[in-house]
């Protein structure tokens, strides 16, 4: 290789490579970063080679190896040029058809990236919305450059600066340069860079100085460095290089972590290459200048990012941080002035003497210019290295770059900073990012970590993490670092068991207040930011743990258990019947389901299962056991009277009273506890009937009514009695009750009454409620759709509607109109796919502006004689022939964490219905309760102690979905029976609050013997359904019940949660020992 | 047949070797003993000996002049180094916050369950060390594992078991027959273009290529296997590990030698032409597989 003597052989090497890169060939990109190779890019690239070396492609083709493009989830991946083509998650048997394509101008379709929504697919990798967003100064040259090839680099204007700023400026116009560029030092303090290389050019040149790039990315959930280091490294040393020459250095040293080995071997190889071309050493590119660059290797300690321990330890000791001043910039290493940049720091220069530092000032805002990368990680769809201009808001990186949440789970927070810095909740995301808006939110930029957090995230969880690290990253010198961040873990520790106290929260406030203000270096003095940003603005989860002792997040463990258990409200051992299942005891299987819940048959159909979502085999990645349909196994193989309930017997006459409104599994559940309670109980039902929404709204194909009506038979003893047709405010009032001798009153009268669209025109006859025609067809065998049917609403009862409409006789088409996309759909996404499957129509993004009655639909010129029979219509003051609707685009991210749905004026269409039902959501009908001394909400709900169920009249409680608005079953069932306990305890006089306690499991049952097979890899058993065709114009029910062997085999597909809790105390398996035997 | 895969990095430690105070001294001759080269003094011999033996810390603080607290304080306060030995495989569960908020613990927890170990400790049979990093930059694929230098990601904890019994097996262990990353090529001199390949000599059931070579005042042949990914040789003279030899085309006998450095070791690299196009260059230290196939 050619030793560059003069500025001129560069500008003719580079004139050179330019004019190689104009006759360039189509070319195939393989990214060989860390992330890649880890997804196993190094393969990719062997087969790719050995393609192009057998098919003798040489001459028409050619292939570049680099670092990091940022899209790390998507690796490996092949971007084809000049087409752009992104393909994703490449297999080696992909890469010959991608090779082909590109050879004759065609794309592979089926492995181009693809909208995670839409499927759409992209043709130009530019277009992504990922990479659309991003401002790629820094990271966009990774793509070009193969980064053990100097030659690459110089071909992209790489030492051109370096040429400009040695050929024609000075050292000192070197500094002010740099300082009117604004460039701010990237680790994360955001101390200015001009100044710093200022203050270093002054202090006298005696035996040397030094200049340090710090490439010690200690953070975890940061890796934007070491993806510089891996891609670019001649852009950190030619930012080195011009460095010296401005502040008259004369030694360089990158401190690179020793976790990353290939940086480290980059570096290396670009090091020599630079050397042997004359861009290092004595007399550079022969200017009498002199540089040299030497790579010092971390041996892993984090504090050796703080510049004082760094230090020491390229002097060879131990990394301790010293007191300050003496700054580094005047006593740095081994005594002489050193000053100390990060990595993107470095890399910035190059691009700041190439653009100018005027045009580098344009990018970002002011006091905050050019570009930031951040390592977008954690529960995001697009996670992977994102760079851009300073001064955007966290909600463009969070939303439009990272795509918004992974899955249902809504983003809470992001974490930026690293261990010192701290969580910004999702109320802030309109928060710009710039070094001081970061740090007035109580965290900080650092070097750019920023790890988005859901609600599966448990922020004392994360609080403890990161004092566990520190305190293990401690050097141990100052005493309060020391022991201050030993101690709030160990405070964090007992919240997150459920033994913390509130007393302990101010504690650890006070604690980390001290550490703050009494450490020596920035670790201590940051240190305590995650514990005080966390109770700064999730101080409610630390309240829920330490009061309540519940982890929402279903996240610490002491306080969940088994996670399928904790989830369920009724708190069914579900861990317990699985495994009784996989035994074959289907017998004692049952009396575990039923021990916990009055309506097993029910729920084994239409509970909305929130164990499964919370199954740790689904929340690790893996698909979630099918409870609901080993329930059903269950309890459609065993006789509900090998059950027998504990009852106590109350003698005399003196046995209390109590009234329960309303028949529905809240009701229900609340008289069947109350009656083993011994006492007597009276339930009032409006309708003719009992079972609430479980007879008259849920479809029969959902849920057979004999199951219903056979499960309701089975709870009414010689306790209760029963009283149809009665209504609350018509035929009673409360003090009515009372004045009969109840001595307690239990209101779950449910939320029944659908909210209107406010629009004209919803009294004409075509238009019903959800809940109007739901019951009018389950309740008396009325189907009141007919023709074309539109639904309006996202929810179950919308779904569900759709679903009986299709069933009735004279129904032509059902088409369901929802405002937002399929993925924010409410329904659960079952119901929505079986919808589909019946062939019910989805239009989506949608809303409907104006409903049209005849009048106005013959106005507008639209013909409706074919659908209606005009003669009945204007008898009723008109009848229903359409509606208009308006499309919608996505809008903003609203509170709930979806995007709001923005109508776009001009797509007006109409839609010819003959049958509209509104469902988008019900409230209760509960107008008469506010005359009767029990306060309402504004929805119209009661006001009620979430603990005790008590409203605002003595001895009156209330529960299930006239609290909590429309509501799941199980939710209705574990009201009902905490009903049962509040009114037991009122009527014996006791307090009524219980004290929270945590329930873990107890019972120890033996799992199986192991099988060869992987227990979790084995595919989940979907309960079979009939087939679509066939469950059309009729209510049989949809869904079946799992044989026996496929019951088995998924009870086996268990991780046995439980068995952590209950063989606590016996040794654990050790797979090792036994293989071994 | 199962071969090396050349390329990954080998995560295998020498374990239990008897401290050869030559080879220490070795290390710190070629760190001229300055004090700022500790670190990396410690580096290299924990490389040697997978930990930091205490007779070797002796040796290093007596040569270097520094009391045995000051190298024994260095040795305890940076994460890398071990006092103790390792086992034959090294898992690192990565803990860093993208990992532990994507459920890392769990896998931290199922890996000592089944091993029978708490992170950083050693199985009893030296099979295994188990440790937790702080981060390892994967983050985008987390929960990551990283056993004996390959990445693993997504990790679940029923992928576990799984892992351990292919770490057991060899992790480099690849089938040469099947595999599509292994593929003969055909080489040339790159003076004198005339072909190296020898039908006469098999290796790995494929025509091997031929050179001579020569080192300490030794000549003689050396057949490499021409299945690029395969690192199987055969030689007149057994060439010590870690021996830089120099290589020559038996035709033209003109030196094979070109401009790269090995970017892992140092030692120059052997060019030479691939038939079909490109240029494949190969480590000229014993037992360094570092090798780079160019399509220039």
Known sequence: MPQLSSIDELKELQRMLLDDIHESKPCIVVCAGTACQASGSSDIIRVAKRHIIERRLLDKISLRVTGCHGFCEMGPFILTEPQKAFYVQVTLDDVPRIIEALLSGDYVEDLLYGDPHTGKKYHNRDDIPFFKNQQRAILGLNQKIDPIRIYGYIAQAGYSALEAVLSKESPEWVVKELKRSGLRGRGGAGFPTGLKWELLAKQPNGDGKFLVCNADEGDPGAYMDRSVLEGNPHSIIEGMIIGAYGTGATEGIVYVRNEYPIAIKHLMVALRQAREHGLLGGDILGTGFSFDIKLVRGAGAFVCGEETALIRSIEGKMGEPRQRPPFPIEKGIDGKPTAINNVETWANIPLIFRLGADEFAKIGTKGNSGTKIFSLVGKIKNTGLVEVPMGITIKEIVYDIGGGPVGKAKIKAVQTGGPSGGCIPAERFDLPIDYDSLTEAGSMMGSGGMIVMDENTCMVDIAKYFMNFLKGESCGKCFTCRKGTQRMYEILDDISKGNGTLEQLDLLEELAHVVKDTTMCGLGQTAPNPVLSTLRYFGNEYERHVVDKRCDAFVCRDLVGAPCQAACPLGTEVWRYIALLEKGEYEEAYKVIRASNPFPSACARACDRKCEQRCNLGTSGGEAITIRALKRFVTDRVDPSVYTPMRVVREGKGVPRVAIVGTGPAGLSAAHYLSLLGYKVTLFEVEEEPGGMLISCIPAYRLPQDVVRKEVESLLDENITLRCGTALGRDMTIDDLFTDGFKAVFLAIGADKSWQLDLEGETLEGVYSSMEFLKAFNLRGRELAGGHVGIIGGGNSAVDAARVAIRQENVQSVTLIYRRTCQEMPAYAEEVEAALEEGIKLETLVSPVKIRYIEAALKEGIKVETWVSPVKIYAQNGRLVGIECIRNKLGDVDSSGRRRPVAVPGTEFSISLNTLIVAIGERPDSDCLASMGVDLDKGGKPRVDARTLCTTRQGVFAGGDLVTGPNTVVDAIAAGRKAATVIDRYLRGKELRELPKVTLPEVLIQPAEASDEEPGEAARAEPPTRPAESRKKNFAEVEMTLSAEEATREARRCLRCDLEFTRRENAEGNRVAVRKE | ?296
């Open chain 2, 1 to 296: 047949m199962t071969q090396d895969i050349a390329t990954r990095n080998k995560g295998d430690v020498h374990v239990k070797q008897e401290v050869d105070t030559e080879v220490i001294l070795g290390i710190l001759e070629r760190h001229d003993k300055a004090r700022g080269a500790l670190i990396a003094v410690l580096e290299e011999i924990q490389a040697q000996y997978g930990c930091l033996p205490e007779e070797a810390l002796r040796t290093v603080a007596n040569e270097m002049g520094r009391p045995l607290v000051d190298v024994y304080g260095v040795a305890t306060f940076y994460r890398s180094f071990s006092l103790q030995p390792r086992g034959k495989h090294l898992i690192s569960v990565c803990l860093g916050t993208a990992c532990h908020v994507r459920g890392a613990p769990r896998i931290a927890e199922e890996f000592e369950r089944q091993l029978g170990i708490k992170a950083g400790e050693t199985t009893p049979d030296e099979e295994f060390t188990l440790e937790t990093v702080n981060c390892l930059g994967a983050c985008a694929l987390g929960p990551v594992v990283v056993i004996d230098g390959h990445y693993f990601s997504k990790i679940r904890s029923s992928k576990v078991g799984q892992l351990i019994d292919d770490a057991l097996k060899g992790l480099d262990k690849i089938e040469i027959g099947e595999d599509k990353r292994i593929f003969p090529i055909d080489v040339s001199c790159p003076r004198c273009n005339h072909s190296l390949m020898d039908e006469s000599l098999t290796i790995d059931d494929h025509p091997s290529i031929r050179v001579s070579v020569s080192f300490d005042h030794k000549h003689g042949w050396l057949r490499l296997s021409s299945l690029y990914g395969s690192s199987s040789i055969r030689a007149e003279q057994d060439i010590p590990i870690g021996m830089v030899v120099d290589f020559f085309c038996p035709h033209c006998h003109a030196e094979l030698i070109g401009s790269w450095e090995c970017p892992m070791c140092g030692a120059p690299m052997v060019p030479m032409i691939v038939r079909g196009g490109g240029m494949v260059q190969i480590c000229s230290r014993r037992g360094c597989n570092s090798h780079m196939l160019d399509l220039i």
